[in-house]
């Protein structure tokens, strides 16, 4: 470590001015595959550094890659090992595609469904938040590529996200929106994007207070701070609050060229760019070019901070080997990342409802209804977006796995994805080849789905939203006719089982009208195989929701003023009662609580006990004849606190999951964390209160089966 720092220092010492300017702006990538490139410096042996999206799957453009499961979807099995493996594949395929930092993980907060990127998020949860964050930079950096958190911070939403100011008190930014910033920043992160926003009055890329002081004074982050892209508001103000680098460099004019082919029309430009307010301005770049010169030659910008702009960078690239041309070939498509995409969509798809008509039988006869049967659903839309070599759709899967008769039907029109691609300036698409649209020989009807139905055994409605980057959500509803469909098939087959592809909660009015319901999220390129999985009970759905599914008026930023903000400003007036920490201090009923999902087995647990200050045990035996998957949830009541302190009824401290044989009975231990019991004063910093706290062991954040009490002095 001494002896790179040493390296490093005696690089910027070696650089000049000219140089080191180079090395903290983006530039356009000769072989234009990245989606941010920093040339080197050849003279001194400092290498190009290649910069590339993003969480569900590498984006080197024009090239293919896996195209693993949403964030969301990952974070439902509420396992980080997982995070850890996905980690470490995006990383490998980053370097087959000759890229050396990955802008991934994304880890902002679900604060409110409706937002457009929850999919590329984990949860309303910041401890899950944080054991998946912490998941994921560990495998990227463990394959030595530089993994990047996004988005710093209180990016909790895409309408307006390049200019709304996020209002959220310190408490609430503590132990909600930074947990997950620090846990990246713990479990190593060599880099940390600036979000678009502004919070209490001040863009990020601004931020002296959450950037200088925080991130890099108080957690000692190490590493370098990158703007999103287009995202500096000013050159002295971001040099000062310690921005490192500034992406993508160069305006979208020298970035790229203009879009292929005719591109949408001028009235298709202006109803769709009208409609994502989430767009940067392409223009916006070229802060930390000459302008930093002219700021650090006029003396409003310290010329030692050049120096620790650049010092931060080189640093990073010699941890990862870069300095020294270190730099295997990575993997690409591999069968183990194929295997790891599907047990991931597998492990993360919640089992909502089941009267018992799941698992299928072998021999069913069995409709496949969806407007979208015919296609993967890869992802949402945006920075995000993958081309994988190959996927199963709905159809295909359960095609080849049912031992029965399969129909298939789309009942009502498809659902478009959203790709913003060609609108969005600095996000360009050159997919491999155009992607073959299936071409159908009838338009879809109601009529025919119904008529699949009555004639099957079983009929699985497959629907989806559609969400993306730079635009939310106007409502929970599923889009389209597909409630309809859904009532329709459900009032005319014999048993319904229904299949939500979502990148966030829904609202789902016919729930009581079917036999069964599973939400899958965004599956990535296993969906078919992974979701007949589960259906025929080959695999045990092994998910549990990460965000809390409800009525659109019962979640806590239901007015203007909260979301999406009024005059530019969004109101954190929910504070720290997010997710299910509202509907508990509200005493509401959610449709599924957090933390809800069901196996096929059956559990029944233990008494708890407390074996250390630190750890819960309880007995857990699967009372089914069949083996089960078991995510043991803990959750944390605290006791009363001092007057005038609000706290949440029970947060999330920590979870287990086990795979028990039928029958089987297995003792687990659950790992509190120790935040769990502590809040954040503003004076004071964390604080513990006194006394006896009651842990709650169980199946979901409502179905507690057992408690155990433990005290803090
Ligand atoms: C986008 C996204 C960010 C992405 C970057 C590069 O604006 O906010 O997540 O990594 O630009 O595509």
Not at 47 to 61: H, M, N
Not at 399 to 414: C, H, Y
Request: glycine share 10%; proline share 6%.
């Amino acid at each position: 470590m001494a002896d790179t720092i040493d390296r490093v220092g005696r690089l910027v010492s070696a650089l000049t001015r000219e140089e080191k300017l180079r090395l903290v702006r983006g530039a356009p990538d000769p072989e234009g595959t990245a989606t941010g490139y920093v040339p080197g410096v050849e003279r001194l042996g400092v290498p190009e550094y290649r910069l590339v999206d993003g969480p569900l799957g590498v984006r080197a453009e024009g090239e293919r890659a896996t195209a693993f499961p949403a964030s969301l979807a990952l974070a439902a099995t509420f396992e980080p090992e997982l995070a850890r493996r996905q980690g470490a594949a995006l990383a490998r395929e980053a370097k087959a595609r000759g890229q050396d930092a990955l802008l991934a993980p994304g880890v902002n907060l679900v604060r409110v469904p409706q937002c457009g990127r929850n999919f590329e998020y984990f949860s309303e949860d910041p401890l899950l938040a944080a054991r998946f964050a912490a998941g994921v930079v560990e495998g990227i950096q463990g394959e030595d590529v530089i993994a990047t958190a996004k988005h710093y911070v209180a990016n909790n939403q895409e309408r307006n996200r390049t200019d709304v100011n996020a209002a959220v008190d310190e408490r609430t930014l503590r132990e909600r929106y930074l947990p997950a910033f620090r846990a990246a920043v713990e479990a190593g992160v060599g880099s940390v994007m600036t979000a678009y926003n502004r919070v209490n009055g001040t863009h990020m890329s601004d931020h002296r207070y959450l950037v200088r002081d925080v991130l890099k004074g108080e957690w000692g982050f190490e590493g370098y701070v990158v703007s999103d892209w287009y995202g500096l508001e000013s050159t002295v103000g971001a040099a000062n609050a310690g921005l490192d680098l500034e992406m993508p460099g160069v305006p979208v004019t020298e970035l790229h060229g203009p879009a292929d082919g005719d591109g949408p029309t001028e009235a298709e430009e202006d109803a769709d760019v009208a409609s994502l307010d989430g767009i940067p301005d392409g223009t916006r770049a070229g802060f930390f070019g000459e302008p930093l010169a002219d700021a650090i030659d006029d003396g409003a910008v310290p010329a030692d901070r050049l120096d620790d702009m650049v010092r931060r960078i080189l640093g990073q690239l010699a941890r990862v080997g870069l300095l020294d041309g270190r730099r295997d070939d990575g993997a690409i498509d591999t069968p183990e990342h194929r295997d790891l995409a599907e047990r991931i969509a597998v492990r993360g798809t919640v089992l909502l409802e089941n009267d018992g008509v799941l698992p299928l039988e072998d021999g069913a006869n069995v409709a496949v209804i969806g407007p979208n049967v015919h296609e993967p659903t890869l992802g949402g839309g945006g920075s995000s977006e993958t081309t994988p070599f190959s996927a199963v759709s709905p159809r295909e899967g359960m095609s080849s796995r049912a031992a029965g008769e399969v129909t298939v039907a789309r009942g009502v029109r498809e659902i478009e994805d959203v790709s913003l691609f060609d609108r969005l300036p600095f996000v360009e698409r050159k997919s491999p080849e155009d992607e073959g649209v299936e071409e159908h020989a009838s338009d879809p009807s109601i009529e025919e789905a119904v008529a699949a139905a009555e004639s099957a055994d079983v009929a699985v409605v497959f629907v989806r939203d559609a969400t993306t980057e730079a635009r939310d959500r106007d409502d929970l509803r599923l889009p389209g006719e597909q409630d309809a469909l859904i009532e329709s098939v459900a009032a005319a087959a014999e048993r319904t089982v229904v299949v939500v592809n979502s990148g966030g909660p829904v609202e789902v009015p016919w729930r009581e009208d079917v036999e069964a319901l599973l939400e899958a999220w965004y599956p990535g390129q296993a969906h078919g195989d992974a979701i007949a999985a589960v259906l025929y009970g080959d695999r045990d759905p092994g998910g549990r929701l990460p965000v809390t599914f409800a009525r659109e008026e019962d979640y806590p930023a239901t007015e203007e003023t909260r979301y999406p903000g009024v005059d530019g400003e969004a109101t954190y007036a929910e504070g720290l009662f997010v997710g299910y920490r509202h509907f508990d201090a509200a005493g509401r009923e959610p449709t599924y609580p957090f933390g809800h999902g069901h196996s096929y087995a059956d559990f029944r647990y233990g008494d708890a006990t407390a074996t250390d200050r630190a750890t819960v045990r309880v007995a857990v035996e699967n009372l089914a004849e069949r083996t089960g998957r078991e995510v043991v949830q803990a959750y944390v009541r605290p006791p009363a606190a001092p007057d005038g302190i609000a706290r949440p009824v029970r947060e999330l401290a920590g979870v287990a999951t086990i795979e028990l044989p039928a029958g089987a009975t297995r003792t687990v231990d659950v790992e509190l964390d120790e935040r769990a019991f502590a809040r954040y004063d503003p004076e004071r910093g964390w604080v513990t209160d006194a006394g006896r706290y009651v842990v709650e062991v169980g199946r979901s954040s409502r179905d507690v089966r057992t408690t155990v009490g433990v005290d803090r002095d």
